[in-house]
């Protein structure tokens, strides 16, 4: 009876987690959306959801601890505690570069770009994906769905890659380019990084499922299959 309780209530604390990463891919979108359409409305709707977020990985933090306490979990239960506090921590900092990413649209929403923003939004799209198919790893516990984040973390590193050498090349050909180059590379990163923090996610499933840790972005700097 007791492990059909902690049964139920880990089940609603993934829930939770699937919940909180919902909003966050909701995030994502409308702050990179927001900086390509300029819209202030967006931006701003990202900045007061973070504090959502923020409550959101407090509360699940007080009921993942209030479980060990109570319940004294054991094995694999107590593995899917610990890797739900690591992934609110993930999550609650990738809804912190969504929100630098409005600020950063706010800041630059009278200016007129310096180029048309192509493969920011497509770093976008890939960030949303990723964090995506982590939680879908998660909640159905398949590591193999895990491991399709490498190739993702590639393809985002690729497009940051392009992205600094165009915006350098801006900076490069008149000075009065820096200000705004500079933002958008900032802008770059912390997609860069939003990937990073998802296959965080995707790691926390080989953890919970087999017990072992594995490093994907190790992985995909060092794939040379594509």
Known sequence: MGNDILSEELDKVKQDVLKMGRLLEEQVFKATKALVDKNMELAREVISNEDVIDRMELEIEKKALGLIALKQPMARDLRLIASILRMIV????????????????????????????????????????????????????????????????????????????????????????????????????????????????????????????????KIARTDTSQ
């Open 90 to 217: 993930d999550i609650e900092r990738m809804a912190d570069h969504a929100e630098d990413i409005a600020l950063i649209a706010i800041q630059l929403h009278d200016q007129a770009y310096i180029k048309p923003l192509i493969d920011i939004p497509r770093m976008g799209a890939i960030a949303r994906d990723m964090v995506e198919n982590a939680l879908q790893a998660f909640v159905e516990e398949n590591p193999a769905q895990s491991s399709s984040l490498v190739y993702m973390e590639k393809e985002m590193d690729g497009l940051y890659d392009q992205i600094f050498r165009e915006l350098l090349s801006y900076m490069m050909q008149d000075h009065k380019n820096i200000p705004q180059a500079t933002s958008l590379l900032l802008v770059a990163g912390h997609l860069e990084r939003i990937g990073d923090h998802a296959t965080n996610l995707a790691e926390m499933v080989f953890y919970l499922v087999e017990g072992r840790r594995v490093d994907l972005n």
